[in-house]
């Protein structure tokens, strides 16, 4: 069947988000729900001129709330995922309520600090930079991932125009980031005819690299940007800056054979060898259309997310849009394969856990006669106590608080943090009269503060409903500060990091 995204997002023009959106139109059944875009706002960021390829949302609200926005969805219409695209719209609260896999675009991750608050809130993660998934990892994200941006061939093709210039470059010069484009810019200009465009819509972009022997790009913070896909699209030599390969460039693109590269010692020489050489242009620039359009256009990357998050399970089973019930494993996020039960108390068999995709069940139960009348529910029994180091490290560990096994918060914050891998999700579950005897109460915010103190972002906070007998708490296991890696972002990247001292 054909899947049902909701994706979250602001209104854009000239922006990744509208051939994202294209894509997964091609892919899936969509509906887009978020903030608008007004023309004033367009006219203040001097795309007014731009106006015309806003891409409307089905439903726009300025919420930050995601089970505010999804309930704007058409009745009936409940999606098997949500995905959230980088597009300055609100940092969502709520969004691991969603009962169905979530996902989160990162494009501009070197751009701001929020964006690891952000993403760690979803199921998976998708980087645009592969030099920044370590740090979404240490940050707390589960399953980031490398995803780098693509060409959409409706709008990025060749346009029959005459080569007028020997360079040229459409993009932004006006924000201080753009200082060593600028620079860079300056010197060729030296030598050579150079033509700079800025605000320039698809059509324009098209026209004026078409007339350029060469196709100029410095990205900003070595990334590997979308102008160097679309530029390839256009089936123009691409002239671009060799320490991208920080970010992959050469896994993706061969130097010669795709694209040519310089670093400031031999940006004229490389511009100078290749304007004399008009049959190694045209030779890179049909290898490099080839390639893009085989491997590297927006549907591509589409495709990889969905087989990435829903698996070759195909759709899953109707239910809930959010997290109901009085199970622990309605809380535990998708993607789940190696988890730890402390105190034998999921109350579900082994199967069904299998059919969820958790591959390895492990308990670890006070006594043996215990662990002999749940032996059937797991795949790997431990008697408590064990150091946490004597086991592998796991995606998820659920410790019925109060059950079989009880023991000082400290001491399971410690035992917990020991068996997580990074990102890993610690569920705690809590009879009411259990989590009002500790010294943290019911209250969300002490318990968000106390967490975090020990390594945790507190993820979901449910009290029981009525009918139900526990409390649910996740977070889930980080091992580096947003603070500490913005700073060496800031020093790795020091012309792109916007939260940088």
Known sequence: M???????????????????VDAFRQCCEVVTVGPGLDRGFLEEAGLGHAAMY??????VTETDDAREALA???KGWQPDLVVGIQSAAPAYRNIHDMACPTAYISVDTWHDPREFQVARNYDYVFAAQRALVPYLH???C?????????????HHHPEAVEEAFDIVFVGTLRMKVNEQRIQRLGRLGKHFRVAKQTGAGPEDMRRAFCRGRLAFNSSIAQDVNMRVFEVMAMGRPLLTNRDAEVNGLFELFEEGRHLITYDDGDLIEQARRYLADGEARRRIGAAARAEVLAKHTYRHRVETLLKTVLTDRGRFEAGPLLRE???PSAYLPHGVRTMIDVGANMGQSRIALHRMG??????????????????????VMHRWPIAPHLLRPVDAVVWSMGEAVDDAMENVLAWAFGALKTGGTLLLRYGPGKLNATALRAVRDAWDAWLFDRGFHLMIFRPPCAGERWHYITARKFTRHVREMSSEIYRRFPGGYLGGP
Request: charged fraction near 25%; charge should be positive; glycine fraction near 4%.
């Open 142 to 154: 589960r399953h980031a991932r490398w995803l780098p941006l693509a060409c959409s061939p409706a």
């Open 54 to 59: 806003r891409q409307p949302n089905d439903f």
């Open 2 to 20: 054909t899947p049902r995204v909701c994706i979250l997002c602001r209104e854009n023009v000239l922006h990744w988000v509208p051939f994202y």
């Open 358 to 379: 958790i591959e390895t069940i492990i308990a670890v139960a006070p006594d043996e006669a215990w662990a002999k009348r749940r032996a059937r529910s797991y795949d």
């Open 138 to 140: 240490d940050g707390g």
């Open 325 to 327: 019930g009085d199970r």
């Open 72 to 74: 704007l969805l058409p």
